[in-house]
């Protein structure tokens, strides 16, 4: 196996080869084993490398060198800093609350008492035309009579030889039925009234929308006016989700953009919402806008006052972007570790912008095209810390082992009981 050169002084553009000076030899798996001349180490069998002088005045400060194959033992991954535009996701907590424009109130438009009520709970769910409850009216009753007086009315007008008869006959039955109608007494109801020669005594009446009950107030024997609010029904196949928004982001949504609803239960499948209006007004205490959702309920799935989590994709301008994970987040700085070829990485401070999804931007310290550790940052740091401590206490580092390493001019220590090409009882090369 054939290994790449180690620098004393590990910089970051090693000079020519031409220019270089080979210091002492080394095994790359046994750092501690060391020559004068090139071999093999005989305990592990593997080619010893030359370890060079270079001028570290030509690298930036803090470069290190990992070996090719160090870096495939710690699973080193690299990627090209890239432009380009993206999505950001902005994630908030929702709150679902009924459609306004989907609750309905029953009322009627009479006086009078209940008599019976089917539907004797709140949270029951009833389809648009269903029996809510009957009420007996004095004031409808009396109004069906006459009806039937005005019907008996025109046929007897008709055979009036005056026009004008039969004409006032007809306006009489029109305003008697009107007058019915406008009660909310129904077609069919006037039409029964009319065949049978009958009033109806108690009225029913049905439900004006399908949906869930929400509040009742009708009970037997209870007498109503028109004000008398007897139940209110909501239709929960569709609600409003209002989600709380920081101002800095609400710039990038706008009314018509898609979102997303997710629930605390992962399994739970998500439901696609839509914006449909933005507050205009921030809470001067959370500094945040409410951002309403119009969106779908299958299955009743979301009930009012439940939380969920809402999600928007916000796109963003075209900028320099990096894996998250490239960036080594300290709290104070933000590190990467650039590419500088043969092995050498420069540890180099950059100022991250916004996060888009599994990328965040840089807006300095970093130029297009540049190739930086996307996989193993944390153990390149390890190494990069432990070559700086090891360098301010006077001790080689790792890659470094031998003490000669950092002056160009300094030769390997060999001892006297041994030939120039051993170290530590190893045999010659």
């Known amino acids: 196996m054939t290994l790449e050169p180690v620098y004393a002084d590990e910089p ?8 270089r000076k080979v210091l002492y030899y080394r095994d790359p798996q046994q750092p501690s084993y060391t020559a004068e001349k090139p071999g093999l180490n005989p305990e592990t069998g593997n080619t010893l490398e030359p370890v060079f002088a270079s001028d570290p005045a030509s690298t930036p400060a803090g470069v290190i060198r990992v070996s090719p194959e160090r870096q495939q033992m710690i699973g080193v991954k690299f990627v090209t800093a890239e432009v380009g535009g993206g999505t950001r996701i902005i994630r908030t907590v929702g709150k679902v609350s009924a459609d306004e424009t989907r609750v309905g109130h029953v009322h009627t438009r009479i006086e009078g008492w209940l008599e019976k009520v089917f539907v004797d709970f709140t949270g029951a769910v009833v389809k648009a035309g269903q029996p809510m409850l009957t009420i007996y009216s004095p004031e409808m009753l009396a109004s069906q009579q006459e009806l039937l007086l005005a019907a008996r009315a025109r046929e007897l007008m008709v055979k009036n030889p005056l026009a004008s008869a039969a004409q006032q006959g007809d306006s009489l039955f029109a305003a008697a039925r009107r007058r019915l109608q406008l009660w909310d007494l129904s077609e069919d109801q006037i039409d029964q009234v009319l ?34 609010d007897l139940y209110t029904i909501t239709d929960l196949s569709h609600v409003w989700i209002v989600a709380d928004v920081f101002e800095s982001d609400i710039a990038d ?46 299955s009743l799935r979301m009930k009012p006052d439940m939380f969920v989590n809402v999600e928007f994709k916000a796109s963003a301008a075209t900028q320099l972007t990096v894996p998250s994970d490239a960036v080594l987040d300290t709290g104070d700085r933000q590190t990467v570790f650039v590419d500088r070829g043969e092995g050498y990485l420069e540890p180099r401070q950059v100022t991250v912008g916004e996060r888009l999804g599994e990328r965040v931007t840089i807006t300095s310290g970093l130029t297009p095209g540049e190739r930086i550790v996307a996989a193993g940052t944390f153990l390149i740091d390890s190494e990069s810390q432990l070559k700086a401590a090891a360098s301010g206490l006077g001790v080689p580092a790792a890659h470094d082992s031998h003490p000669g390493a950092r002056d160009p001019s300094a030769q390997p220590r060999v001892p006297s009981s041994q030939s120039p090409t051993t170290h530590q009882g190893h045999g010659r090369d």
């Open 12 to 19: 970051g553009s090693p000079p020519p080869a031409a220019q």
């Open 195 to 228: 065949r049978t020669g009958q009033p109806i005594r108690s009225i029913t009446v049905p439900a004006p929308m399908s949906g869930v009950v929400t509040e009742r107030n009708a009970f037997p024997n209870q007498k109503v006016t028109p004000d008398s």
């Open 253 to 298: 949504i706008r009314t018509g953009d898609p979102a997303l609803v997710t629930f605390a239960n992962s399994a739970a499948p998500p439901i696609q919402a839509r914006v449909n209006y933005i507050q205009p007004q921030v809470d001067p205490t959370t500094r945040t806008l409410q951002v309403r959702l119009d969106a779908g309920n299958p």
